[in-house]
């Protein structure tokens, strides 16, 4: 199993990104998939995801109504659409999934099997 993430790079404030996680080895449409956050000297954080069993996304509230979580089974892929960006946002992003976790865990990253590599966002001033 292999999440692989890209995206990431330098952007001012108010720009925007688009982040993306491809799978290898499993089938997102089984699984849980989040996207994760961790600023230097900082807990890693959740910022969105969607559930395994009818698609529902979730997001942080530091990110609700900036970013948008999409899904594309055909390509086995997920991404972070990042708008609106702010300093604040500055952090490597992980993507992360899971066959097995249930709802109300869906923002715990320690319920997630399967990382991808991180990608590095830095929003400046």
């Known amino acids: 199993v292999q999440l692989q993430a890209s995206g990431g790079g330098l952007v001012q404030a108010g720009g925007s990104l688009r982040l993306s996680c491809a799978a290898s080895?499993?089938?997102?449409?089984?699984?849980?998939v989040a996207w994760f956050r961790q600023a230097p000297g900082k807990e890693r954080e959740f910022v969105s995801s969607i559930f395994r069993r009818g698609g529902q996304t979730y997001y942080a509230d530091s990110v609700k109504g900036r970013f948008t979580f999409s899904r594309d089974n055909a390509k086995n892929t997920v991404y972070l659409q990042m708008n609106s960006l702010k300093p604040e946002d500055t952090a490597v992003y992980y993507c992360a999934a899971d066959s097995s976790l249930i709802l109300s865990s869906i923002r715990d990253y320690v319920q997630y099997d399967y990382w991808g590599q991180g990608t590095q966002v830095t929003v400046s001033s």
């Open positions: 080895g499993l089938t997102f449409s089984s699984y849980s």
